[in-house]
């Protein structure tokens, strides 16, 4: 038994910046080679970043991400990094499109790696753009025969890590680009337990940080012993290179002949000398963290993420004293700075005092900027011509708030953030192109309980560290209203949020029936009016804007609808 | 050689609607049966409506699904049709979801096929929903070996069409739901040529007619001869049901034994005698239109369709007196009549006296409902808090002219239509929350140079039939403007339309590189700039209400891009 020191670069990369992308392999490759790295690896997709969607379907794109990984080996052996093995993921095209993982070393691509399961659920759509792998390519280097595999081949039972274990490899190196997901079971960590039994060898597995629209990539990187040991676990939503020894068995004189029907063992060998033996010094291995905490991480991550890599430097967002608004502009503040978040008070007739006055609380704490614009003025100018009542008055005072917010972003450019939660979107309990307006919504995908949750943890946590609360407590405490009429609260057309909540994650989330749902105990009458409110709501959704995905089944790609659509599930008749 | 009569039922069904689904096959297969036929197809999916998408993931309907079926059997025996075969598309469950056809017959499912091919291209994604049929079902019925298959197979080489062919069938049946595409090749009527041949057997194929939100239906129902014949023909867009006499070769006593590695062979009698002799009689052979009467036929279905599915009986839109509002106005009007038509003027400073005067001109040819809501004072409420210009100020416009009708629907019920059409779209020339506010989007598919011909088609046609132009004649010919500043043309913000167009269809619709385009003799300048263009609109788009496709490629599932993308092409340097 020896051991190979890997460094798992857990990088941020972007869809499309070649260039940039490049250069942060390379970085993080010196970075590594300083600490004694003898194989770094990098997230799948890494050169093109993940995911790049149709723009597979392009040739022109797919061209440079060959000539990119070319481009690379040359780049890293001209910076004195050609010893270093360097697993990088990028798209091939042989002929086919592929989602591929590439083994480098001494400016070469010694081995190409097709990613043999291709995800096809979810917000996955990879039989769309690339055609499975069916090759386990296996390369010895340093003594050590190290396999190549690539995202949701870890996540399939049988396929590459069966073959692998047939192979006899000492070691497995998994590349992903695994969106963050809610999750207490720690499903990652058991999938690659079972995995290195499969194998019998350890398993690398890195994974990017960072976000990409909807999606929110955790790191989470690590590796897994053959006997379920976590030798090394990476924190998520960091970004930097993890170093680690990991045991292997050297490589056998004669490994194995495999015969599998679907894969052949394609072996090559970089010609290295084995690496001395070297006894392993201990590497990180990071708790888990609380739900909340995990939550605001991505949540700060994916909205950072989408500012940054939009070209934007600041959010402009309506300040309503709710607890909505508050909870957003809290995590704009944690991803972007206070100084760069611009809050907008927008009273109407039907604003409560403390409508304003938690608003102008909550900015202060942030440290963020603060106007009010008070619109009686313009909804008279509406209400002249148009004699609005009812649902019509109610919403055109949300809607002079989004053209508003609008405004102010054209003028000072500013991305505009939307503020509904996911119980709203799901029921339909907004205004499109009033409150929905944005190019981005942190929190559609957290339903409102967790919204309170999210804020009191956000909150203690503050209170730990002696710092002032991010959110207004009275914003936490008082009853939600959309203020749009006299006296209206939340209550008056919604079931309590906690029993919607119970309801939603059964029906969105979970896709069960109605009738499912009453069996547990709901009540018939409200789960189907909960049904009816969703379904007729989906016209709305697909006007929504993209937001961080943190949940099982997020509304969006996730979660594909029709909006012409009579299906109404009733509960079946007593 | 003898001739089984078949109809087809070009019908059109509605989206999770069983019921009215059902209720359409019995009244259709009434028909059909009165009129002499022996077998009745209707098309894929036709009791669930297609496409489906997530809900195929919820038990619950697939189990409705299952039930509508047999239920179908049952009521068509008890309607004294149980003598009639009828084929008829739903989605089954065997444990995996599955595309499938059925062959129903004196009250029971005789067979039941499920689609082999599983597009997961362009609009469709039936790889994450279904499972591959492993089968091809062949029925002996009336002395006949009749094949059924789905949609997608008849798209693909190989596969069913070969195996029909290998196992001596008489007929293959080929139920479909293919989407409208603008396509002057006759791309259809070439593939089932090819399969025929492959066959060796004539093929009925039958395709739904109608609306379901993005998608239009063409109907383009057809029955092809082994040799490549045209036996019959449906017209596009029309719901009905088609009679026509196929010649068959009788069942063989022995027919082949088929081995095929993919494929089995599953052969079922229902015990009828064979038919008795019977002369073909000629059934109706419907010439291609041109693409103007193509496109604005599924328009109009589109629309239409969206409309009444959807529970609107109106629709209300900007008359700005330009070439967009006036061809959408005139679509509604053909789809649902001008008298559910609500036009709404709204004049800003920089209206044009003719905006106003092309606006009544075109609400009155069409006998649509009009009115005006001048916007200045509006206007000037919102500048003078905000201190607008600029662009921020041409803005503010168009979204108090999205309020306004959003107002006008909440207010009167009738459902918003966004009048930007598709170079607009591609570009980014359209103002978010402003004139792209609306429930559905007509010509969001149809490129400004074609705009103008449907619009001249349109008056063409009125005027051969001695009706009233229903398009202002000035609205044609007038250059475009947004009239959202003084002066303002589109013509000082984007190149030449016809240029543009030209420039779109490659980089769009067909996924070419810059490279590839300015090779063609594009200015090299001009294609950067317009791909620019295109690649920062992408988050606009993202929440521009669903319209009809009519084109290879359009903005939706058809072509899904990160809105986070630095990949932006270069010409190659001279």
Chains 1, 2 share one sequence.
Not at 98 to 117: M, T, Y
Not at 164 to 175: E, L, Q, S, T, Y
Not at 337 to 354: K, L, T
Not at 507 to 522: S, W
């Amino acid at each position: 038994m020896t051991a190979l020191r890997f460094a798992l670069a857990q990088v941020n990369m972007t869809v499309g910046d070649f260039a940039g992308n490049s250069e942060t392999v390379i970085r993080r490759t010196a970075e590594a080679a300083a600490a004694g790295a003898q194989v770094v690896t990098f997230p799948e997709m890494m050169l093109t970043g993940y995911p790049v969607e149709d723009l597979v379907l392009r040739p022109a794109f797919r061209a440079a991400s060959q000539a990119a990984l070319t481009g690379l080996a040359e780049q890293l052996a001209a910076a004195g990094l050609g010893h270093v093995a360097v697993i990088v993921g990028y798209v091939d095209d042989d002929g086919l499109p592929r989602d591929a993982s590439a083994f480098l070393l001494d400016g070469r691509v010694v081995a190409r790696q097709f990613k043999h399961h291709l995800p096809n659920y979810g917000v996955f759509d990879e039989r769309r753009y690339f055609a499975p792998g069916t090759t386990l390519n296996v390369v010895r280097h340093l003594g050590v025969d190290i396999a190549l595999t690539v995202c949701e081949d870890a996540w399939q039972e049988g396929g590459p890590f069966t073959v692998a274990g047939a192979a006899d490899v000492g070691v497995v190196v998994n590349i992903n680009g695994s969106p963050y997901e809610r999750n207490k079971d720690d499903v990652r960590l058991r999938l690659l337990q079972r995995r290195a039994a499969e194998a019998r060898a350890p398993i690398v597995y890195v994974n990017t940080v960072g976000g990409q629209d909807e999606l929110v990539f955790d790191g989470d990187s690590m590796v897994i012993a053959a006997d379920g040991t976590t030798v090394m676990r990476a924190p998520q939503f960091v970004e930097d290179v993890f170093l680690v020894d990991v045991p292997v068995t050297d490589a056998p004189d004669s490994p194995a002949e495999v015969t599998d029907e679907v894969l052949t063992v394609t072996r090559v060998a970089t010609g290295a000398s084995p690496a001395p033996r070297r006894d392993p010094e201990p590497a990180v291995v990071t708790d888990r963290v609380p739900d909340e905490e995990e939550v605001w991480g991505a949540l700060v991550v994916g909205l950072g993420d989408y500012v940054h890599k939009n070209g934007f430097r600041s959010v402009v967002l309506g300040m309503s004293g709710g607890i909505d608004s508050a909870v957003v502009a809290a995590i704009a503040a944690d991803a972007i700075g206070g100084e760069n978040v611009y809050g907008v008070s927008m009273p109407s007739a039907y604003s409560s005092e403390h409508s304003r006055s938690d608003a102008s609380d909550l900015a202060q704490r942030l440290g963020a900027h603060y106007r009010e614009v008070p619109i009686k003025a313009i909804v008279d100018a509406f209400m002249d011509p148009l004699q609005l009542t009812g649902l019509a008055a109610e919403n055109v005072q949300a809607r002079i708030r989004g053209t508003t917010l609008m405004s102010l972003s054209n003028a000072e450019g500013h991305l505009v953030l939307a503020t509904g939660n996911k119980s709203e979107l799901a029921v339909g309990y907004s205004t499109i192109y009033g409150d929905a307006v944005g190019g981005f919504a942190p929190i559609k995908d957290v339903p409102k309980t967790f919204v309170w949750a999210l804020a009191e943890w956000r909150n203690s946590q503050a209170e730990k560290r002696g710092e002032t609360l991010p959110i207004p407590p009275n914003s936490i405490t008082k009853p939600p209203s959309a203020e749009l009429s006299p006296g209206q609260l939340d209550s008056d057309s919604l079931p309590d949020y906690a029993v919607l909540d119970a309801i939603l994650a059964r029906y969105v989330d979970g896709d069960r029936g109605v009738d499912e749902i009453v069996a547990e105990g709901f009540e018939a009458d409200l789960v189907q009016r909960v049904a009816r409110m969703v379904d007729a709501a989906e016209w709305k959704r697909r006007q929504y804007p993209p937001g961080s995905k943190i949940s099982f089944k997020a509304f969006g790609r996730d979660r594909r609808l029709p909006i012409t659509n009579r299906w109404r599930e009733a509960p079946r008749p007593a």
